[in-house]
């Protein structure tokens, strides 16, 4: 069975800051898909970034960055230039083919001004 | 739609009254999931549906636990003789489907709170 863990349950980060959520999981396949999701406390999850298994290049969007290493089945959020509306549970998932998401516990990250 | 919504977004049940829970998913989406969410964790998931089609359950804790999609549109979970520790959010999510897209798309939840 797969599994994700997530290590680190807080964080804070000063404003235009750089932070990273760390985030393993365990599984035999070799296709898979990994998420990260962002749930302020309104609890509208919202997709972050996405990375296939079988693309070695890692995934970016503006701020968001990926740091994935296959072999080590590591899969770290770099977020740069905190804002304060970055302040929310971020959750590492995994899922392989269309199937279910199997989630982390969650990192609580606190962006200070 | 816009996205996915969710109905009602509160209920408090007495425990032993049944609940039933709505998911409306993106228009044309093929594929919807329903999680739970305790207070403090991360989502575990419920069950899928491939249009009206029910292809996982395994994750429904028990008997008490039903979910359907007739038409392959929106589908209600419903939770028979509620227990105190059927309280926690639940999340439906939907997708384009097997062979597309395969993200997953969440509504705002249903937190159910059973006294």
């Known amino acids: 069975a797969q599994t994700v863990t997530q290590s680190q349950p807080e964080m804070s980060v000063q404003e235009a800051e750089t932070v990273t959520l760390s985030c393993t999981y365990d599984?035999?396949?070799?296709?898979?898909?990994l998420f990260w999701y962002k749930q302020p406390p309104s609890r509208q999850m919202i997709l972050v970034i996405r990375?296939?298994?079988?693309?070695?290049q890692n995934a970016t969007e503006n701020r968001f960055s990926v740091n994935f290493q296959k072999a080590a089945k590591s899969f770290s959020l770099k977020i740069s230039d905190s804002q304060l509306g970055d302040t929310a549970m971020y959750f590492c998932?995994?899922?392989?083919?269309?199937?279910?998401?199997?989630f982390g516990t969650g990192t609580r990250l606190q962006v200070f001004p | 739609g816009a996205g996915v919504s969710q109905s009602p977004r509160y209920k408090v049940a007495k425990r032993g009254q049944d609940v039933a829970l709505r998911c409306d998913p993106i228009?044309?989406?093929?594929?919807l999931f329903w999680y739970q969410q305790a207070l403090g964790q991360g989502p575990e998931f419920l069950t899928y549906?491939?249009?009206?089609?029910?292809?996982?359950k395994s994750g429904l804790p028990s008997d008490r636990f039903f979910a359907e999609r007739p038409e392959g549109s929106v589908s209600t979970l419903k939770i028979q003789r509620t227990q105190q520790e059927d309280s926690a959010v639940y999340l439906c999510?939907?997708?384009?489907?097997?062979?597309?897209?395969?993200?997953?798309?969440f509504g705002p939840g249903t937190r159910l709170l059973v006294l």
């Open positions: 999510a939907s997708s384009l489907g097997p062979g597309t897209e395969e993200t997953q798309y």
């Open positions: 599984t035999s396949e070799n296709n898979y898909y």
């Open positions: 990375q296939e298994a079988y693309k070695q």
């Open positions: 998932a995994f899922m392989k083919n269309t199937d279910k998401l199997i």
């Open positions: 228009s044309g989406h093929v594929s």
């Open positions: 549906f491939q249009n009206e089609a029910q292809l996982d």
